[in-house]
């Protein structure tokens, strides 16, 4: 209701013509029933209605604006209609009051939103994760959460103050927000830390978007008393359905997570992943090629592997490959055996050296199996047009 309730708050602040609010309040009733009625006349009136009720007094409104001002020979204000219904028809509602809808605003944003960094706040984001998880359960869909802090932000704050530590945070702020997607939902959850919660996100996806906000944010100095700071951030993700079904679980493992990217050395993102493996892992010495996926030009690079699971690979490489790159992966299992075709995403890197590289990609079986049936299609085709050559 929370969430219905901001929809209406913006289209009235937002739309000052009052037909085009109507309208707008109609689109809203399509997408979301009912209980928008019961949203717009507790915003505008403070009565509190169920849908039914809400819905009739609503329509009644509409109604006695269009009498009104047939009568008067000008349109009346929504606002003016409705306090005169409330006024003469409503005496159940004796005790309504027209709520000034800028004052409400501040309200509804003093309570979901940080004063300093603008963005929403713990309680709101923990509200809304619940909802979320609520509807990725019953729709079957993907959620991803990202926590992440800035690194060394202590030190920071001690060398240069408070106003400066503040400084930080909403430029930081600033970048997240117009980092991310539209349907992402940004809070900050206390001091330097942050969460984002993707909706329809598989974790892999997430990581990748994380990793683009970490570049972002370590390319761009901020600026404090003529010193050109190089800000960075630590982030970890954790997914819902793989990894936890529950909301606070899920932030508890995005926070493990961001724990694991501080200990590997700051500035990264890292994933969930439980201590003890879903997969059995075993050492895996084999030759392999690597290739970018979709890319015909792309060369073809040699790499060794390291170990193996059901659920993905770790190589070395004498090139780095960015997370979240699609490769495939051409891996011989036995020695004298044809190279088996791998396809995954690039969800890990670690330098050794100026050429040595740890690569750790996981596995994407739809993409394996998408391939294969393009290859087979591909074949079945060619054999086809080779019988129709050789009956002409």
């Known amino acids: 209701m929370r969430l219905l309730k901001e929809s209406v708050i913006n289209c009235r602040i937002n739309i000052n013509n009052d037909d085009t609010f109507i309208a707008e309040l109609n689109n809203l009733v399509e997408k979301n029933g009912d209980d928008t009625y019961r ?34 020979g000008r349109k009346i204000s929504l606002m003016t209609a409705i306090s005169d219904y409330l006024s003469s028809y409503k005496e159940l509602l004796k005790d309504h009051k027209i709520v000034e809808i800028n004052s409400y605003e501040r309200a509804i944003k003093d309570s979901t939103h940080d004063h300093l960094t603008g963005l929403f706040n713990k309680a709101y984001f923990q509200s809304t994760l619940a909802q979320h998880l609520s509807l990725a359960k019953r729709n079957n869909t993907d959620l991803s959460v990202l926590f992440l802090d800035i690194d060394n932000f202590k030190e920071i704050n001690d060398t240069f103050g408070h106003n400066s530590g503040d400084a930080i945070l909403k430029n930081v ?26 909706p329809n996100t598989y974790k892999i996806n997430a990581l990748v978007l994380s990793e683009r906000l970490r570049k972002t944010i370590n390319q761009k100095p901020i600026t404090i008393d003529d010193i050109n700071l190089e800000i960075t951030i630590s982030g970890g993700v954790a997914g819902f359905p793989v990894d936890a079904q529950r909301a606070q679980n ?9 724990y694991r990217a501080k200990g590997a050395g700051k500035n990264s993102i890292a994933l969930f992943k439980e201590d003890k493996r879903r997969f059995l892992r075993i050492k895996f010495n084999r030759s392999i090629q690597v290739k970018q996926l979709g890319f015909n030009h792309t060369r073809i690079l040699s790499g060794t592997s390291k170990d193996i699971a059901f659920g993905g690979i770790l190589f ?33 890197i670690e330098a050794f050296g100026a050429d040595l590289y740890d690569i750790g990609m996981t596995l994407s079986f739809k993409e394996i199996e ?23």
């Open 39 to 72: 949203a717009a006349i507790q915003i505008l009136t403070d009565c509190d209605l169920d849908s039914g009720e809400a819905k009739k007094s609503w329509l009644e409104i509409l109604n006695h604006r269009e009498n009104i001002s047939r009568a008067l």
């Open 173 to 198: 702020a600033h970048m997240i927000r117009r980092e991310l997607r539209t349907s992402d939902i940004v809070a900050r959850f206390g001091g330097d830390e942050f969460v984002v919660l993707m």
């Open 316 to 348: 070395e490489n004498k090139e780095p490959l960015p997370i979240g790159t699609k490769i495939q992966v051409n891996i011989p299992m036995t020695e004298n055996s044809e190279p088996l075709l791998l396809i995954g995403t690039v969800v890990r």
């Open 370 to 392: 998408k391939t294969a049936k393009d290859e087979i299609s591909k074949f079945l085709i060619q054999q086809s047009e080779k019988r129709v050559e050789v009956r002409n």
């Open 250 to 258: 899920l932030l508890n493992l995005a926070d493990s997570a961001l």
